[in-house]
């Protein structure tokens, strides 16, 4: 490394970042000035459930000249050292309850020292990432929260959210789904509010665990969640949320049975407001309820047509 330091003040600027991007970019910053001549692969991310831990193959990464299994495959062989050190890369892996999560791939080998500084600084980044992530989190369900849907939303609707695309050529949608648990009010009534809290617990686990790592899950309010999800069309989508709603149907929940979920959804277009989506969602849950529940509906078959301005009801002076 070209400056010789402990990396306080690096450290300093990390912990000091309370948005996930600067953050990330902070850290870019810190890495390539630390080491200018050297070309960096990296791929960090906390890790919300050991599925999302896939996500981080997805995420960032710059001249990677190395397929990126093979990185990961090596990463795996550092077990027990911190780094592998070779005449042309240095492989530091970044682990969480034994798993790579992690990876910081410098195509140079670097001194002792200077590779402690770079862990050193991977860690604190990791740390703070993860105390950002838990900021995002509902306590009792672990899924994202309220506050993480509209930020979602907006980076997905500008097309900022996007991660490495599954296929070649994806032309996949993204979609806003909100399911509520039908007639939740009975199970409170008839086992406690304690029960009740397993029940979205649990619900949140299915649903989590039937949608992709690169979909987001969201508790939105007591006993409803979001989605946002993607799918090639309209009917691939329809079929997918049809299929969680069938495998969330046959869960025997202790004590309580059986549940049935209503959902409805819409498609994301990048002109939509974030209250007019959810609008559109919620419409398209509200006519699943009024028409026999355990059912989810897509808001363009309600052949309800966009809301006008009225501008001959405007008058501006
Ligand atoms: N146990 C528990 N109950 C909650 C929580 N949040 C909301 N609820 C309850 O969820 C129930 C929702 O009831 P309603 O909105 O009437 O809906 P519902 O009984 O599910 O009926 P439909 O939605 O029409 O099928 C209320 O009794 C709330 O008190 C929570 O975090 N834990």
Redesign the pocket.
């Known amino acids: 490394m070209t400056k010789s330091t402990c990396g306080h003040e690096y450290t300093i600027s990390l912990v000091q970042l309370k948005e996930e991007r600067a953050l990330y970019q902070q850290f870019c910053h810190i890495l390539t000035s630390l080491l200018p001549e050297v070309a960096l692969s990296f791929f960090i991310r906390p890790s919300l459930s050991r599925k999302e831990a896939l996500k981080l193959v997805y995420q960032q990464h710059v001249d990677q000249t190395l397929p990126l299994d093979e990185m990961l495959e090596k990463a795996q062989q550092c077990r027990g050292k911190p780094a592998l050190i070779s005449k042309s890369y240095t492989c530091m892996p970044l682990r969480l309850d034994e798993q790579v999560i992690g990876l910081l791939w410098i195509y140079q080998a670097l001194t002792p020292a200077n590779c402690n500084l770079a862990a050193h600084l991977m860690h604190v980044f990791f740390h703070q990432l993860h105390t950002l992530a838990l900021a995002r989190i509902d306590p009792?369900s672990q899924l994202l929260n309220r506050q993480t849907f509209d930020e979602k939303v907006l980076e997905i609707a500008s097309g900022q959210g996007f991660l490495q695309p599954r296929e070649e050529l994806d032309l996949r949608g993204w979609y806003l789904a909100l399911f509520?648990?039908?007639?939740?009010?009975?199970v409170?009534d008839s086992f406690g509010?304690v029960i009740?809290?397993e029940v979205?617990l649990l619900t949140a686990q299915h649903l989590k665990d039937n949608f992709r790592a690169e979909d987001y899950v969201f508790r939105y309010g007591?006993?409803e969640f979001a989605v946002l999800f993607q799918a090639h069309s309209d009917d691939e989508a329809q079929s997918l949320l049809d299929r969680v709603r069938k495998v969330i149907g046959q869960v025997a929940f202790p004590q309580v049975g059986r549940i049935t979920l209503s959902g409805g959804y819409t498609e994301v277009t990048d002109v939509m407001q974030v209250s007019e989506l959810v609008n559109q969602a919620d419409t398209a849950l509200y006519h699943a309820?009024q028409h026999g529940?355990n059912q989810v509906v897509f808001y363009c078959t309600l052949g309800l047509a966009a809301p006008q301005i009225m501008t001959s009801d405007i008058e501006l002076f």
Request: glycine content about 12%; proline content about 0%.
């Open positions: 009792l509520d648990i039908d007639h939740f009010k009975r409170n509010h009740g809290d979205i007591g006993e309820k529940r």
